[in-house]
């Protein structure tokens, strides 16, 4: 974005702000079309902005996805690794449940090529997966989870609770669940 006029500046900063709001409101489905006339733009604007509707999300979840990976690393001096493992990943879904669209964008296959590298789900895996390893080290997760596995939980978690009356309740009971299953190998 730096070498872009003033213009384009304000109709990307524009764009951005319309589409957090429709995003919050409407999932990862928001309508472009939709965003692109509150935006005050049109359609081509905005894709020549956010090529892609992945890219348009990686843009609005950035500065949140931020803040989760500081968080995993603030978490990674706490005593009980696994329980740092474990709020982060609570974390990690609260905010999933609450932006919703977050899951789509971490809903991914595992990273493979370089482009990718910079996307919110690649932040958050390896983010995540010092925690991981952490808690593996201690021997208080079992030694054949990835942090893929994990993120694979929680992006079903988030889909398959977002319609929910009370998604938060719903999610926290599966969580519960997936957590239980964490355990250490016993062999």
Partial sequence: MTGQRSDAR???????????????????????????RVAGVGSATVRRHFPTREALLEAVFKQRVRALCDRAHALCAEHDSRSALEEWLRELLAYALAARGLADVLSYEPLQDEAAQDSCAASIGAAGAALLRRAIDDRTVRTDITMDDLLTVIVG????????????????RALRLVVAGLGANDT
């Fill in 10 to 36: 304000r109709n990307h900063t524009r764009i951005l702000a319309v589409a957090e709001a429709e995003v919050a409101a409407h999932g990862a489905q928001a309508s472009l079309e939709q965003i692109a």
């Fill in 157 to 172: 978690i988030a889909l398959a609770t977002e319609n929910h009356t009370d998604p938060a309740m719903r999610a926290d």
